[in-house]
């Protein structure tokens, strides 16, 4: 009988005499070799990355993670901890290491700790030419074609290759990769012991990575100290301090910057362009996005998504896996495999319960760890933990959950029914600042920014009443808020209920008056105002002819919307969003560039200035003390402006708004039009995530001056008119919609708006 250990050995020794034989024409022709150009003339394989405008990744596309970077630039501190684990003689011998391979025989013979044999040109070749078979013949090749490589590339040559070329976890190919994928950093700013652990890697990347396993990490970690020590590339007090030095791996919401659906516009992008070629040669995608105002928009949605999940009952576990009767060693075990089936999530984290009772629930979650569940964390799914509960709303042990994260605490939760979407935009150079096409590109890749056509609802209102300007419908006009009945018989209403009679134009934007809405568009024509929509970008063929355009029953899209509230934050210039702003090759051609923003000039007016300012007057008074009025008293600025937007039955809620530098946008609704529930509202629901967002955004710009008043207009009683009817010709007063009385001299126009305020 043949012992595992002489087998190992006596396969050792017969690769020393393979080893030992020069590369004659007859030793190499003794086997089917595979040509090592792929190896002489080394192209890597780098992946399509989309990166934001300040340099951190989005994704990257391709099935490798690599960042070539020449050995010159590598440490040499990584460049010793590497050879001194992997290959401390590579500059002594010629491909292959006979002592290396000597000291792996004896270790075999004796029972000792068994020892690496590869040399790493033998690593190299077993990586990029050969497979992972072990066998003799393997070997044999290994050894002949590491013998050829040395002949044709130089000692540096071929560390440079390794050092980019190895697989290393987690989808990070070279050493640069590894060290941004599991700690967020450059080569250049690793500790000792980070520097050790991934030096640590090519052994065993895939079960002893730190995001796999970091207890066989760092035990990995603990040998190549320890063999850097040896070779001095340490001393004793480094030694020291890399053993005790916690290692912190980059936070998983941060590896990356969450931005799938920009993502997915830029891989489309580049693909249409290039081909699927793009995939491997390393091109960068350069998109317009801040990373700081990203995350903030994409932690908004999921906070504001997750807020309205909880207004609704509890529906129940997400499914139910079987477990061990016994709360024994294997549990553990037992629960991992249960979760496997089961994708887990950053923000709603998979977990199975292994107890539960109405105070305490505990679970494990897919990365091992046990979390107890307590207090406020239950208190929404409190009707799954009855004695009493109905079997499908039933948590007990096995049950599938979600979790997230708070603080310290876990709380229950389930992936949510409605969608939402955000979009950000500077309001001069029409660079989109931040982009969420929905809560989770992975359950739902359809981009709702872009994509999505719904109703605005009221939101549309700012530019209607902007048509209204040019049709002598002044905010000072008084309108009717009283009920209305068209002639086919429709017969709308305001949210609040009818008013008591007649209110200006500015007091019914501030209150979202439908009634003044319907009165003034009758007034201005729905002809004229549809075509005054194209101004803003809006897509007049999806705007109805009808007087229901005044409760913004068209269709438009997030990204529409922000463009149409940004003509209005600059004063009236309309302004083309820009997503991708370049894209270069792995050398850094330039092969597509977004032009600059241009000049503001005449030729891209979309409405007078002095529309916009009074629009924007307008506007700052909703959110003042309208139907938005949380957004100035919870982000405590005075240069807010922006109209919420509720559709009948709450089918889609909106907030449009802007601070004169960065407009916003943010909608939300069910992918099959549904009502997002009683009592709901945008004021409830999207301007809380558009707050949250403009409180991150905002945070350290100053806040601005009032906008100057742009010529054309001047004060008259209480509020503006276009100064070319100061002597009369504006609307005073809508009453039915049949008509309307103009004011001819002064003080006619003054005893009528008193008479009406009366």
Do not use: C
């Not at 850097?228 to 030095?245: F, K």
Request: proline share 7%; hydrophobic share 40%; no cysteine.
């Amino acid at each position: 009988m043949v012992l595992p250990s002489q087998r190992a050995a006596g396969l050792v020794l017969g690769l020393l005499l393979v080893s030992s034989v020069a590369v004659t024409p007859t030793v190499a022709g003794t086997f089917d070799l595979p040509p090592i150009d792929r190896i002489v003339h080394y192209q890597p394989k780098l992946p399509l990355k989309v990166l934001t405008a300040d340099g951190l990744d989005i994704a990257q596309f391709g099935t490798e993670r690599r960042e070539y970077v020449p050995l010159d630039e590598i440490p040499k501190l990584l460049q010793d901890a590497v050879l001194a684990v992997e290959d401390a003689r590579f500059r002594e011998h010629s491909g292959v290491d006979p002592k290396g391979m000597a000291r792996a025989v004896v270790a075999a013979l004796t029972g000792g700790r068994r020892q690496g044999a590869s040399t790493i040109t033998q690593q190299l070749v077993r990586t990029m030419l050969l497979t992972r078979e072990f066998s003799v013949e393997r070997k044999a090749k290994e050894i002949i074609l590491a013998l050829k490589v040395e002949e044709q590339l130089s000692k540096d040559r071929i560390l440079e290759i390794y050092l980019n070329e190895i697989f290393l976890g987690q989808r990070a190919y070279g050493f640069a990769a590894a060290a941004r994928t599991y700690f967020g950093k450059p080569m250049d700013q690793l500790s000792i012991a980070e520097t050790a652990m991934l030096a640590g890697l090519p052994q065993n990347p895939y079960y002893a990575n730190p995001v796999a396993n970091m207890q066989r990490a760092i035990q990995r970690q603990r040998v190549v100290l320890q063999r850097m020590r040896t070779v001095g590339v340490i001393n004793d007090a480094q030694l020291a301090a890399a053993r005790a030095e916690k290692i912190r791996l980059k936070p998983a919401r941060e590896r990356t910057v969450p931005a799938a659906h920009v993502a997915e516009m830029a891989r489309r992008a580049v693909v249409e362009r290039f081909g699927t070629e793009a995939y491997s040669a390393g091109i960068r995608v350069y998109t317009s996005l801040h990373s700081a105002d990203q995350r903030a928009a994409n932690e908004a949605v999921q906070k504001g998504v997750l807020a309205q999940d909880r207004r609704h009952p509890w529906r129940g576990p997400e499914d139910h896996e079987d477990l061990p009767n016994h709360n024994g060693p294997d549990l553990e075990a037992a629960a991992a495999q249960a979760l496997k089936p089961h994708s887990d999530d950053e923000t709603l984290r998979v977990a199975i319960v292994l107890a539960a009772n109405p105070k305490e629930v505990t679970a494990q979650l897919a990365s091992g760890e046990r979390v107890v569940i307590q207090g406020e964390g239950l208190k929404w799914a409190a009707p799954g933990l009855s004695p009493q509960a109905k079997p499908e709303l039933k948590i007990r042990r096995g049950a599938i959950l979600r979790l997230v994260h708070s603080g310290k605490t876990w709380a229950i939760s389930q992936w949510p029914e409605a969608e939402a979407a955000l979009v950000s935009m500077d309001t001069k150079t029409g660079r989109v600042r931040a982009l969420v096409g929905g809560f989770d590109f992975g359950r739902q890749p359809f981009n709702h920014v872009t994509q999505g056509w719904r109703q605005p609802g009221s939101a549309i209102k700012p530019l209607l009443y902007s048509a209204a300007l040019e049709q002598r419908i002044m905010p000072g006009t008084l309108v009717d808020d009283t009920p209305f009945t068209a002639a086919n018989g429709w017969s709308p209403s305001n949210s609040y209920g009818p008013g008591e009679g007649a209110i200006t134009v500015r007091q019914a934007l501030a209150k979202s008056s439908n009634l003044v809405s319907i009165r003034a568009l009758q007034h201005a024509g729905v002809s004229p105002a549809r075509q005054w929509l194209g101004r803003f970008g809006l897509d007049v063929t999806r705007q109805p002819d009808n007087l229901t355009l005044a409760l913004g029953t068209g269709l438009v899209t997030p990204m529409q919307m922000l463009r149409a509230f940004s003509t209005l934050a600059n004063g009236g210039w309309s302004i083309d969003p820009v997503v991708i702003e370049k894209i270069v090759d792995a050398q850094g051609k330039v092969l597509f560039e977004a032009p600059p923003p241009a000049p503001l000039g005449e030729e891209q007016r979309a409405i007078p200035a002095r529309n916009a300012w009074l629009v924007n007057d307008m506007l700052a008074e909703v959110t003042r003390s309208g139907t938005a009025a949380r957004a100035q008293s919870a982000i405590r600025r005075p240069d807010l402006y922006g109209k919420t937007g509720t559709t009948d039955d709450v089918v889609d809620a909106w907030f449009a708004g802007f601070q004169p530098s960065l407009a916003a946008v943010v909608w939300m609704g069910h992918d099959k039009p549904r009502s997002l529930g009683d009592h709901s509202s945008a004021t409830r629901l999207a301007l809380p995530i558009w707050i949250d967002y403009m409180q991150a955004a905002l945070k350290n710009v100053p806040v601005a001056d009032a906008p100057a008043l742009p010529e054309g207009l001047v004060r008259r009683d209480e509020d503006w008119i276009y100064s070319e009817w100061q002597q009369g010709g504006a609307v005073a007063y809508i009453s039915d919609g049949q008509g309307a009385q103009y004011t001819e001299p002064p003080s006619f126009f003054d005893t009528l708006r008193e008479l009406f305020r009366q």
